[in-house]
């Protein structure tokens, strides 16, 4: 398969930090040649791979095909072998990639048929992961080994799954006939041990839904309905974004008025989602213990990066890499083109420059002049991808789901048959 390795055109914006160490950045990532727009879906763990689907040519036609981006080598396709006897333009748009990169998976499309789902490893090609069948993968571990799989259409059911495996978060119906958030526990090879994440003050309709956990399982947010006074006066019920974890359980994001989490830093330093402060318009937000509810557009704008200059308008994030420094979304450009694009924010506390705030910034802190201000900064967002926090008693019980959940261990020799 050919692969394209550059882009059509590309805009960076760059705002370097005082130190010139780190730079916030917008980056449309273009389309294969031949194509004129992209579409971002999901980012690895160090927010250095990004995957999608984008348009291009192919012997005079234009087709929508998945992407693979890196710094180094721009976009390109899903290279090597297609098994099963598939063709390489059957690859319809992936729905997520592993933490470390590696692994790509996503739905063949194929005529009327689309309950077939496809796993693309780095250096080994495509082969096919589920069905035909019942079981909808949703989420794959670190290191792209297993995957999490429902067998239900009810998108909501299971959504995502911590780095090992161990965690699955989703939203059923409780006993009370409510929808509400759940954690299970699902690592000791036995049934699942469910743990309901609660609800937010109100009604017994007050339903709450997860939408992602940290790599360690410990944190997941959502949203839910709360009963209280809206900014008019009324008494009603707003949606409002949720955090919970294993030490504070569930509660409403401080900050944010209204609005929804869509993800989660390792630390649960850093959450986006799309709300609103009260009064105000909604808008997609970074946010964080101390800045509350920050517009995407605007912290870009602040830093010194304001993509509005050159036409662009972000619409959608998508994902966040789990350190929150970096983001993959959507755009539209004034003149209508739509374009995957990749954002980088100077973190506090990433003294080094390289993306992470890790041990090496405390290092280098230390040999710099150990400033008590910037240890601050390297404390409030450290991160460690795949160290687990301390786990918390739980309160579950073992409890079959009402959906069929699971995880999949997929040695590559096994996977080149059909399900």
């Known amino acids: ?28 990532l273009g389309a294969f040649p031949g194509g004129a727009t992209s579409s971002g879906v999901a980012i690895s763990a160090d927010g250095k ?56 998976f996503g739905r063949f499309v194929s005529g009327s048929d689309d309950s077939v789902f496809y796993k693309w490893t780095v250096g080994k090609g ?11 993968p949703f989420d794959v571990t670190h290191d792209g080994s ?33 929808r509400e958030a759940y954690r299970d526990h699902v690592g000791n090879g036995g049934a699942p041990t469910r743990q309901w994440l ?37 008494y009603g ?12 359980g569930l509660a409403a994001l401080p900050g944010v008025y209204q609005g ?27 946010w964080t213990p101390g800045g509350s509810l920050q517009a995407l557009q605007s912290l870009l704008a602040s830093a010194g990066v304001d993509p ?26 004034s003149t209508g083109r739509r374009e995957a694009y990749l954002i980088e924010l100077d973190i506090p506390g990433d003294f080094d420059g390289n993306g992470p705030v890790d041990g090496r910034d405390l290092l280098k802190w230390q040999r710099d002049g150990a400033d008590a201000g910037q240890f601050a900064q390297w404390t409030g967002n450290y991160w460690s991808p795949l160290t687990p926090l301390a786990p918390a008693a739980t309160n579950g019980v073992p409890e079959p789901a009402a959906a069929l959940l699971t995880l999949a261990a997929l040695a590559w020799p096994s996977m080149a048959r059909r399900r």
Not at 79 to 96: I, K, T
Not at 205 to 218: D, F, H, I, V, Y
Not at 267 to 284: A, D, I, K, R, Y
Not at 310 to 332: L, P
């Open 1 to 28: 398969m050919a692969t394209a390795v550059r882009l059509q055109f590309v805009v960076v914006f760059w705002a370097f930090s005082a130190l010139g160490l780190a730079a916030t950045r917008f980056v449309p």
């Open 49 to 104: 791979v990004v995957v999608g689907l984008a348009t291009g040519s192919i012997a005079g036609k234009v087709r929508s095909m998945p992407f693979y981006w890196t710094e180094s080598s721009g976009m390109r396709q899903l290279d090597g072998p297609v098994l099963d006897g598939r063709s390489p333009y059957e690859l319809g748009a992936p729905l997520g990639v592993s933490g470390d990169g590696t692994v790509v």
């Open 126 to 136: 495509v082969t096919t992961i589920f069905g035909p069948g019942p079981l909808i």
């Open 146 to 178: 297993r995957f999490g799989a429902v067998a239900s259409d009810d998108r909501y059911a299971a959504i995502a799954i911590s780095a090992d495996g161990s965690y699955v978060v989703g939203s059923e119906y409780a006993a009370a006939g409510y």
């Open 198 to 234: 609660g609800r937010l003050p109100g009604n017994e309709w007050n339903w709450t839904l997860a939408r992602e956990l940290s790599p360690s399982g410990q944190i997941v947010v959502g949203w839910g309905l709360s009963d209280e006074v809206d900014e008019t006066g009324q």
């Open 237 to 248: 019920v707003l949606i409002k974004p949720v955090l919970w974890t294993a030490v504070n």
């Open 260 to 286: 929804s989490a869509h993800g989660v830093s390792a630390t649960g330093q850093v959450v986006f989602g799309e709300g609103s402060n009260q009064g105000g318009p909604p808008v997609l937000y970074r």
């Open 308 to 333: 509005a200059i050159d036409g662009w308008e972000i619409q959608t994030v998508a994902a966040m890499s789990a350190h929150g420094r970096y983001f993959v979304g959507n755009a539209i450009h």
